[in-house]
């Protein structure tokens, strides 16, 4: 079954603290995955993708494939990181779906 | 510039009269989907549309339908909504590749009376 797990409902560190929002997931195949961020009163917009290898406002993400995970991690925490974070998958398996992690709150505070 | 549009943003209606929600999109992306998100709850695809392929979520209730005219717009029509239909509804697009990046409308946000 394809499905993606963030253990974690609210997290909340202090400003200038590493923050790490853990994903997992399973998947039969090759996944997709990416990291979506929903700021307050914003749309729901995508923050990185493990293909990308890229680093975003700070923020990095390695896709394990032997731990099947995908946590995104920044090594010092703003306040304005303060966020809604989705984990999310696709792959060919799943046609053009993407599926959602529960999602994990982050709040930086000062 | 907004990519993806969706109208109204917010929609009241009565219990059991249908409502119909719109999205547009200018990225002539050939996928596009409608999410319903609740309080605090991660985004649940309802369907999708692959051109003008329909593809229904198993669980997605008969109450809600789905139109795409072309490929600029999608329309979810709730037949009779129900107390329980109030949520955020979000429409998304994305572009068939290898990555399946999906940019997402400002969503609607439904109340049932």
């Known amino acids: 079954a394809q499905r993606v797990t963030q253990p974690e409902k609210l997290l909340s560190v202090f400003k200038g603290a590493p923050v790490e929002l853990k994903c997992n997931y399973s998947?039969?195949?090759?996944?997709?995955l990416f990291w979506y961020v929903q700021y307050s009163r914003q749309r729901l917009q995508l923050l990185l993708r493990h293909i990308s290898r890229e680093s975003i406002k700070g923020f990095t993400a390695d896709l394990n494939k032997g731990e099947t995970s995908f946590h995104l991690k920044k090594p010092f925490a703003q306040e304005e990181d303060s966020a809604m974070y989705y984990c999310?998958?696709?792959?060919?398996?799943?046609?053009?779906?993407?599926?959602f992690g529960a999602g994990t709150r982050l709040f930086v505070k000062a | 510039d907004a990519m993806v549009i969706q109208n109204p943003r917010y929609q009241v209606t009565q219990f059991g009269k249908p409502v119909t929600l719109s999205c547009s999109q200018t990225?002539?992306?050939?996928?596009m989907y409608w999410y319903q998100q609740k309080s605090s709850q991660a985004p649940k695809l309802l369907f999708h549309?692959?051109?003008?392929?329909?593809?229904n979520e198993a669980d997605t209730p008969d109450n809600f339908q789905s139109r795409r005219p072309n490929t600029s717009f999608c329309f979810l029509d709730i037949r009779s909504p129900g107390l329980g239909d109030a949520a955020m509804y979000l429409c998304a697009t994305t572009q068939p590749s290898s990555y399946n990046e999906q940019f997402f409308g400002p969503g609607t946000r439904l109340t049932v009376l």
């Open positions: 998947y039969s195949g090759s996944p997709e």
């Open positions: 999310a998958l696709s792959g060919r398996t799943g046609g053009f779906k993407t599926i």
């Open positions: 990225l002539n992306h050939n996928v």
């Open positions: 549309y692959y051109d003008k392929d329909f593809n």
